[in-house]
């Protein structure tokens, strides 16, 4: 014999959006970015919301740049207790108070905020100086200012013989 469940037609509708949020939340996301170039130099710029300056870093090669960055959450973990640290790790004690504990850190009823490392290149068709990179975080907007080499000229080498 065949059970029927019965079933409101939007049942349908919410499978499809559960099955696509699935998806979309394990595909890696990098951030958002703008690239312009003037005649001096090229600019990147990404978003990077509630990302801390100190995670975030730079690097670069004769023509490439190299960005990455560490999102964590914004809830402190709880710290170990003195009998849960591990073996030459420093403990810190906690006081005893008189107070009402605080409650455990919980997870989220609902998150929908990235958090972990990430790592995005730019290639760039002309080498640029590195040493000269200006980096500069305000905003959650990130840019990185990497002003190109000077061109070299040719040089005519006399053919001895």
Avoid: C
């Avoid at 997870?107 to 990235?114: D, K, N, T």
């Amino acid at each position: 014999m065949l059970t029927l469940r019965s079933s409101s037609p939007f049942d349908l509708f919410d499978r499809i959006e559960q099955q696509l949020s699935q998806q979309l939340h394990s595909a890696e996301r990098v951030p958002a970015a703008e690239v312009h170039e003037t005649p001096e130099a090229y600019e990147v710029v990404l978003e990077l919301p509630g990302v801390d300056k100190a995670a975030i870093e730079v690097k670069a090669t004769e023509r490439t740049l190299l960005i990455s960055a560490e999102r964590r959450s914004h809830r402190a973990l709880p710290e170990p207790a003195a009998a849960d640290a591990a073996p030459g790790e420093p403990t810190r004690e906690t006081p005893v108070r008189s107070e009402k504990p605080r409650p455990p850190q919980q997870a989220p009823l609902l998150s929908e905020f990235r958090y972990g490392t990430w790592s995005r290149s730019f290639r760039f068709p002309v080498p640029i100086e590195r040493e000269q990179l200006q980096a500069v975080y305000r905003d959650g907007l990130l840019t990185v200012t990497a002003p190109k080499a000077n061109k070299v000229s040719s040089v005519t080498v006399k053919v001895e013989g």
